[in-house]
């Protein structure tokens, strides 16, 4: 099922719009200009973050991918980026503060990153942290010991689209018991990724396993997905369980 395929003709919500202002801060997106396959451009971005703080948003903690291959995006190359784009958004005179981490692919380098405490990270020492989405990683319960025994808190990325785990959660059970934080892709629950990762979404929000919520936002494509997810029941009854930590960063 393909990207916000499942985002329009759906029966709308009852639930009364939310303004994304709640959450205060966004902490997963794509915004730095041509490093990864957010933004391509400046302009691109400020166009994103002029969205983002019309939705709401006064802070966006954005997150380029960071990898063994394809995008590399080593601190340096993620914090000149962040230089660039917060002075044009000063010469915007846009009201939005602005920071950085990254997006780390669980891969052969990441182990040798943490390792060298050589990570991007916000809030508490936290590291964001994606999987593969062929398939459960042998070595993520080592990666998460790692991560931990270097003073980080381990935030997993998006686990409601890793399909492997729909079935069955007992291995997010026990990251949740290894004290691994969750965050959450909120248009997972507007149906842009399609029926079973917005049901495996609400389930996790059913178990209270979410303490983040970010919009992995790479192009107004999931702008207009976040508008469509603001009447999601599910969305409200996430923030309104007082276990969020946005608001916090």
């Not at 935030?155 to 079935?167: C, G, I, K, T």
């Not at 842009?192 to 049901?199: D, I, L, M, S």
Request: aromatic residues 10%.
């Amino acid at each position: 099922m393909g990207l916000f395929s499942n985002l329009f003709g759906k029966k709308k919500a009852a639930a009364p719009p939310l303004d994304y202002g709640v959450l205060k801060c966004d902490v997963h997106s794509h915004f730095i200009p041509g490093i990864d396959d957010g933004a391509p451009t400046v302009e691109a971005s400020l166009e994103l973050l002029h969205a983002m703080y019309d939705l709401g948003y006064r802070k966006v903690i954005t997150t380029p991918h960071s990898m063994a291959d394809g995008f590399k995006n080593p601190p340096e190359v993620i914090l000149g980026g962040l230089g660039k784009l917060r002075r044009a958004v000063q010469e915007a005179k846009l009201p939005m503060e602005l920071d950085a981490a990254a997006e780390y692919y669980l891969d052969h380098a990441l182990q040798e990153k943490v390792a060298a405490q050589k990570v991007l990270t916000f809030g508490a020492d936290m590291v964001l942290f994606e999987l593969p989405f062929i398939g459960e990683p042998a070595v993520l319960m080592n990666m998460v010991f790692e991560m931990q025994t270097q003073g980080y808190t381990p935030v997993l990325a998006h686990p409601e689209r890793y399909q492997f785990w729909h079935a069955n959660m007992a291995t997010m059970e026990q990251l949740k018991d290894r004290n691994v934080l969750f965050q959450l892709n909120i248009i997972a629950l507007g149906g842009a990724y399609g029926p079973a990762t917005r049901k495996a979404a609400e389930r996790i929000i059913d178990k209270g396993w979410y303490e983040l919520v970010g919009s992995d936002c790479h192009s107004m494509k999931h702008i207009e997905a976040m508008e469509a997810t603001r009447t999601e029941p599910y969305l409200h009854k996430l923030v309104e369980s007082g276990k969020l930590l946005n608001w916090g960063l």
